[in-house]
């Protein structure tokens, strides 16, 4: 059988160059990068705008009249400083003290529990401990020692309020805290709850504000959770 006659040049092909595996091409690359950074700049907008809103409520407190009467008044609890309100906290108390002796309510709940900083009585005690020294009758003032955030503050007084049969409530805190804590109030069940809330000379506010964006974030995703029963 007769030889193959070699190919010349004109005959010979060259097979085309296979693209590396898994490399993009530089189109798509550029396509890939694009998209991140939109989605950067969405999610940062986002926060810009959850934090320009949350900041807008932390500003503007609820504004609701105060009826002549409720059932119970809940001060909210906050540190104490060897076994005594601190500052911060004896404003909640005196705004207590006023409503109490304006006939706002005849009853009130202190709600706080156990501060991690060397205390021997929780918020609630050193709390129901102030107000008797104001002249509070002792036996006007119940106790709520469990609570360790705002949430807990408001759902266990809410349980002492069914126990008793009181219905109607002011909330006592500071105006930073106000929306949030109206929000709470609602989500949990508390009939028309108001909210009467004093303006701080004694907190570092930049602080404080600051905190109750992270504060308000975290119950906005607690409160999801709630609605959706996990």
């Given at each position: 059988?007769?030889?193959?006659?070699?190919?010349?040049?004109?005959?010979?092909?060259?097979?085309?160059?296979?693209?590396?595996?898994?490399?993009?091409?530089?189109?798509?690359?550029?396509?890939?990068?694009?998209?991140?950074?939109?989605?950067?700049?969405?999610?940062?907008?986002?926060?810009?705008?959850?934090?320009?809103?949350?900041?807008?409520?932390?500003?503007?407190?609820?504004?609701?009249?105060?009826?002549?009467?409720?059932?119970?008044?809940?001060?909210?609890?906050?540190?104490?400083?060897?076994?005594?309100?601190?500052?911060?906290?004896?404003?909640?108390?005196?705004?207590?003290?006023?409503?109490?002796?304006?006939?706002?309510?005849?009853?009130?709940?202190?709600?706080?529990?156990?501060?991690?900083?060397?205390?021997?009585?929780?918020?609630?005690?050193?709390?129901?401990d102030y107000l008797v020294k104001q002249g509070l009758p002792a036996?006007?003032?119940?106790?709520?020692?469990?609570?360790?955030?705002?949430?807990?503050?408001?759902?266990?007084?809410?349980?002492?309020?069914?126990?008793?049969?009181?219905?109607?409530?002011?909330?006592?805190?500071?105006?930073?805290?106000?929306?949030?804590?109206?929000?709470?109030?609602?989500?949990?069940?508390?009939?028309?709850?108001?909210?009467?809330?004093?303006?701080?000379?004694?907190?570092?506010?930049?602080?404080?504000?600051?905190?109750?964006?992270?504060?308000?974030?975290?119950?906005?995703?607690?409160?999801?959770?709630?609605?959706?029963?996990?």
């Amino acid at each position: 059988m007769a030889a193959k006659a070699p190919m010349n040049n004109k005959q010979r092909t060259v097979a085309p160059k296979s693209k590396k595996a898994g490399k993009l091409p530089k189109s798509k690359h550029r396509r890939t990068f694009t998209n991140l950074f939109r989605l950067i700049v969405i999610v940062f907008l986002l926060g810009v705008a959850w934090i320009a809103y949350v900041q807008w409520k932390v500003q503007v407190a609820p504004n609701q009249p105060l009826p002549d009467q409720v059932d119970v008044g809940i001060v909210l609890g906050a540190s104490l400083r060897m076994d005594i309100p601190s500052p911060g906290l004896q404003e909640r108390l005196d705004l207590a003290v006023s409503l109490y002796k304006q006939g706002k309510f005849k009853q009130l709940i202190v709600s706080g529990g156990l501060d991690h900083n060397g205390s021997k009585l929780t918020e609630a005690e050193g709390m129901r401990d102030y107000l008797v020294k104001q002249g509070l009758p002792a036996k006007s003032i119940l106790l709520e020692p469990r609570a360790t955030s705002t949430y807990e503050n408001l759902l266990f007084s809410k349980q002492i309020m069914d126990k008793q049969g009181l219905v109607s409530s002011i909330i006592v805190t500071h105006q930073f805290h106000g929306s949030r804590s109206l929000d709470i109030a609602e989500t949990i069940g508390l009939k028309q709850p108001i909210v009467s809330s004093t303006k701080s000379e004694v907190l570092f506010m930049p602080y404080h504000e600051a905190r109750e964006t992270l504060a308000y974030t975290k119950w906005f995703l607690t409160k999801m959770r709630l609605k959706a029963g996990v």
